[in-house]
């Protein structure tokens, strides 16, 4: 298990940074915030962290619905000896379905929320396609809250098949150490961002990044699983 969890760790630590780093809407929206409303930098770092935990918190929601079956089949006695080989051929398996159903949204350019930054320094979120025109009525103000809300319903999917392996194993350290490191790194890369923004500095072009988000993160499922089964990990 030790050396499963380390590649799970890994797994969560990627997930994580590419989550954030390939959705400019993780940072974009609390640095035009605080440059509109004249925010402290306290203040930027409050909200941000306010929302991440949000977003970090639905995730984690959803990734126990995951532990759930993965503890039930735990307790399956006839499942002992193949229940870790089965966690990492589920976990090989999700990765291609997701990472198909990622690329299937690209390719059909599928409608994804998306923030305005007007010159007055309003904000808004409306859902459009990639080269699409947007109507003023389809666009709705954002203020801080409104901000939770919106990170509160966008989780990060990943995270089901991750705390499903240390439930299958019955490792409940295992999914503790996972939702910590998931919650830091998530936490940590919003901040990283939004300190750059707020500085007024940018080295990083993620916006073309953004659509590939699915299919990265089906990507890096795939590989965690497949080292598992083909590779010993």
């Known amino acids: 298990m030790h ?3 380390q590649v799970l760790l890994t797994a969560a630590v990627t997930i994580a940074c590419l989550h954030t780093f390939s959705g400019p809407d993780h940072y974009i929206p609390f640095i035009a915030l605080s440059k509109a409303r004249n925010w402290s930098f306290g203040k930027t770092l409050w909200w941000t962290i306010i929302c991440g935990c949000g977003h ?3 995730s984690i929601l959803l990734g126990l619905g995951g532990a759930a079956i993965g503890w039930s089949l735990s307790k399956v006695e006839w499942l002992e000896e193949v229940r870790g080989g089965l966690a990492g051929w589920m976990l ?3 990765g291609i ?3 198909i159903w990622g690329m299937m949204n690209v390719y059909k350019n599928k409608t994804h929320k998306h923030f305005d930054i007007e010159q007055e320094g309003d904000i808004y979120v409306y859902e459009h396609q990639h080269g699409s025109a947007v109507r003023s009525n389809e666009r709705h ?3 801080p809250w409104v901000m939770f809300i919106i990170f509160l319903l966008g989780p990060c999917e990943p995270m089901i098949p991750l705390l499903y392996f240390p439930a299958a194993r019955n490792s409940l350290s295992g999914m503790l150490l996972m939702i910590c490191v998931y919650t830091f790194v ?3 890369t919003m901040i990283f961002m939004v300190v750059l923004g707020f500085y007024g500095i940018s080295i990083f072009k993620t916006s073309q990044l953004e659509k ?3 299919p990265l993160g089906g990507l890096t499922i795939f590989i965690c699983g497949a080292g598992m089964v083909f590779m010993g990990w």
């Open 3 to 5: 050396t499963e969890l």
């Open 56 to 58: 970090v918190w639905s």
């Open 92 to 94: 090989l398996g999700f």
């Open 97 to 99: 379905v997701y990472g």
């Open 141 to 143: 103000k954002v203020t």
């Open 186 to 188: 998530t936490l940590a």
């Open 212 to 214: 590939y988000m699915h």
